[in-house]
């Protein structure tokens, strides 16, 4: 794991478009939080907290943020909408895309109501599970 000296170019590329959500100290948090989600293996608090070399801060200020921090999860869900309309790879389509994900839940038991003995090729055979199909 790399330690970080700095927030990377693309977290400050994009932070404008989070900087009316947060406080100033909450907007420097969600970049450590940001820049730790994207270049960590260990995406717990602990370890995104320990990414960084220059900016040590404790790991309950991290928790706090996460937990008791008062900003708009709606002002936050705006913002991220934004972002993502703002780059052509994940604008809305004219002609509108069809997002289908079809996942299988396995189950050991049998009494579960609609459940399925179904083909899993990652366990290259048939497991009982739920088939969870989720359109977007």
């Known amino acids: 794991m790399l330690p970080l000296v700095e927030i990377p170019e693309i977290v400050r590329h994009y932070e404008s478009f989070f900087t009316s959500v947060f406080s100033p100290e909450a907007l420097a948090q969600f970049k450590r939080d940001s820049s730790g989600l994207i270049v ?17 801060r404790h790991q309950s200020s991290l928790n706090r943020r996460l937990t008791a921090s008062p900003f708009s999860v709606e002002a936050l869900h705006r913002a991220r909408l934004a972002l993502l309309a703002s780059l052509p790879g994940t604008q809305r389509k004219p002609t509108g895309v069809l997002s289908v994900d079809e996942t299988r839940l396995p189950h050991y038991g049998h009494e579960f109501d609609k459940i399925a003995s179904l083909y899993d090729p990652t366990q290259e055979g048939s497991v009982w599970a739920h088939n969870l199909v989720n359109l977007h």
């Open 40 to 56: 960590s293996e260990n995406k717990t608090v602990d370890g995104i907290n320990r990414l960084f070399v220059l900016d040590v």
